[in-house]
């Protein structure tokens, strides 16, 4: 399953908190791009096979820790940014320190990165609260619309696939489109 970089499946409030963190990761010199945004649990389950699952990349090499519905990115609430260096995308940093910028920059404008994942930054929610239904306000139709079609189509009992066992989806969101708490 392909990567999402559509902006408009990201939640309103952090589509926000990502334009300053590009605008200051400009003025830093750091050439981050956006590399992936939302992101479909049919993709999370593939990328947490990888290094798990024979046949799904290099065994033993883990893509992630997270499985469906463990990631924020299946709520339009995390991103993750790589390096964009001579036209080609690297995880390598350009300079020494770059990813320690970019985690700085990142806590400036309001946002979470993970240790173990320099590519991701998240809104600081607890997942729990997603997990069990609970959305931050100020979500626009677009961003519901687009969590609704990926709530419908994971199964929302828990589910077994290649011997691995995943979480079920998330109730569907509801009277969510209020206006932001936090800007």
Same mark, same amino acid.
């Given at each position: 399953?392909?990567?999402?970089?559509? +902006?408009?499946?990201?939640?309103?409030?952090?589509?926000?908190?990502?334009?300053?963190?590009?605008?200051?990761?400009?003025?830093?010199?750091?050439?981050?791009?956006?590399?992936?945004?939302?992101?479909?649990?049919?993709?999370?389950?593939?990328?947490?096979? #990888?290094?798990?699952?024979?046949?799904?990349?290099?065994? !033993?090499?883990?893509?992630?820790?997270?499985? %469906? @519905? #463990?990631?924020?990115?299946?709520?339009?609430?995390?991103?993750?940014?790589?390096?964009?260096?001579?036209?080609?995308?690297? @995880?390598?940093?350009?300079?020494? !320190?770059?990813?320690? +910028?970019?985690?700085?920059?990142?806590? #400036?404008?309001?946002?979470?990165?993970?240790?173990?994942? +320099? &590519?991701?930054?998240?809104?600081?929610?607890?997942?729990?609260?997603?997990?069990?239904?609970?959305?931050?306000?100020?979500?626009?139709?677009?961003?519901?619309?687009?969590?609704?079609?990926?709530?419908?189509?994971?199964?929302?009992?828990?589910?077994?696939?290649?011997?691995?066992?995943? &979480?079920?989806? %998330?109730?569907?969101?509801?009277?969510?489109?209020?206006? &932001?708490?936090?800007?």
């Amino acid at each position: 399953m392909p990567r999402d970089t559509d +902006r408009s499946h990201l939640h309103p409030v952090f589509r926000a908190k990502l334009a300053d963190l590009e605008t200051a990761l400009a003025a830093a010199g750091l050439p981050l791009l956006l590399f992936e945004a939302g992101r479909a649990p049919q993709r999370q389950q593939e990328l947490f096979a #990888q290094g798990r699952v024979t046949g799904c990349g290099t065994f !033993g090499k883990h893509v992630t820790n997270a499985k %469906p @519905w #463990q990631s924020f990115h299946q709520f339009g609430l995390a991103a993750d940014y790589v390096f964009f260096v001579d036209g080609k995308w690297t @995880w390598d940093q350009p300079t020494p !320190g770059a990813w320690e +910028r970019y985690t700085t920059i990142a806590s #400036q404008v309001g946002l979470r990165s993970l240790s173990f994942e +320099r &590519p991701h930054v998240e809104l600081p929610v607890a997942l729990s609260v997603l997990q069990a239904g609970h959305y931050p306000d100020g979500g626009d139709q677009t961003w519901v619309d687009w969590l609704d079609s990926m709530i419908e189509g994971w199964p929302h009992n828990a589910t077994s696939i290649d011997g691995i066992t995943y &979480p079920g989806a %998330p109730p569907m969101p509801t009277a969510i489109l209020r206006p &932001p708490l936090v800007a």
